[in-house]
């Protein structure tokens, strides 16, 4: 069980073991997208997306080495588009094997002794949840989520993996759906839209095939960066990300670009509380522009920031285990 009050902020770089692409990876699969005349016909189909604008956009986007949501800041005429092509590259990345198996690391290699094969965070994460458990007392764990992922991988395998264990547990799914809400999620920006227990009537399910009415509902649920701060979900989602932090002992960035707009969006450091213990990170693969960005805007009078240069499972499991 998680006994201390704890906050996972979690970024791309959390999802990217799961078959999430990262910074200029979700760069080229849009611009992959763009030029395809399958895509071309989906997005005519269900948006009525002309392919003269389509083009357009992958013409000026590709003499723009930035990020997608980046650019699409700048170029809010783009803004709906960009959202649908944001839901065409992530959806195929939604198998399931992914989460379950997909995770198994090759062994190190054996010019390379000093690096060792990581596992699934999600693993650590679920292994910390259920230790010393029951299903009566597994609503006890003080753990919280707070995301800007789009993907729904962690939502989905807690309950694709808490469900076999506690199945002779519950008569009514509602029961093990409410022991399931105890871990809240938010999702500061959004998703690829409700799972089929989250919402019957407006499901999208976790698999990598796509369909109009599903492209539909997740070009809907997805909210830019740059439409946070007049997006009233957004808004209702970062006051309850605010309650998160200000009740937290423990916070942990994992993954996490640290953009500085997110950073001040998020203020962690005039919401949490007094009560805040450790404030720590993952840095893998930060440049020095945003780390230093970050430093200042994560600095703390009574909680030091502490960066560590490695990758999520590897931060969880030997550095700041969640108990």
């Given at each position: 069980m998680i006994s201390v009050p704890t906050v996972l902020?979690?970024?791309a770089g959390a999802s990217k073991p799961y078959g999430f692409p990262i910074g200029d990876e979700l760069r080229k699969k849009v611009l992959n997208l763009a030029s395809r005349g399958e895509c071309w016909k989906m997005l005519k189909d269900t948006f009525s997306y002309e392919k003269s604008l389509i083009n357009k956009f992958r013409s000026d986007y590709l003499r723009t080495p930035i990020s997608i949501d980046a650019f699409l800041e700048k170029r809010s005429d783009y803004m709906d588009l960009g959202k649908a092509l944001i839901a065409m590259a992530l959806l195929p990345?939604?198998?399931?094997?992914r989460i379950f198996e997909g995770w198994i690391q090759p062994p190190r290699p054996q010019d390379h002794p000093?690096?060792?094969?990581?596992?699934?965070?999600?693993?650590?994460?679920?292994?910390?949840?259920i230790m010393d458990t029951t299903f009566e007392t597994f609503r006890d764990n003080k753990l919280s989520i707070i995301t800007f992922n789009y993907d729904r991988s962690l939502k989905y395998f807690l309950y694709e993996s808490l469900g076999p264990l506690y199945k002779s547990d519950f008569k009514e799914q509602s029961e093990f759906i409410d022991i399931l809400n105890a871990v809240q999620i938010v999702h500061v920006y959004g998703n690829l839209g409700p799972l089929p227990w989250e919402d019957?009537?407006?499901k999208v399910e976790y698999s990598p095939e796509i369909s109009a009415s599903k492209l539909c509902l997740a070009q809907n649920?997805?909210?830019?960066?740059s439409e946070g701060q007049h997006c009233e979900k957004t808004q209702q989602n970062l006051a309850a990300a605010y309650k998160l932090i200000n009740a937290a002992k423990n916070i942990y960035f994992l993954g996490f670009?640290?953009?500085?707009?997110?950073?001040?969006?998020?203020?962690v450091t005039s919401h949490a509380s007094e009560q805040?213990?450790?404030l720590a990170g993952t840095s893998k693969g930060l440049d020095v522009i945003k780390y230093n960005r970050a430093k200042e805007l994560l600095k703390k009078e009574y909680t030091r920031m502490e960066w560590k240069n490695c990758c999520v499972y590897d931060f969880l499991h030997d550095m700041y285990a969640l108990e």
């Open positions: 902020i979690l970024g990345c939604e198998h399931s094997y000093q690096e060792k094969s990581t596992g699934s965070w999600y693993e650590l994460l679920y292994n910390s949840l019957e009537n407006g649920n997805i909210t830019l960066l670009g640290y953009h500085t707009e997110n950073l001040k969006r998020l203020d805040l213990s450790t």
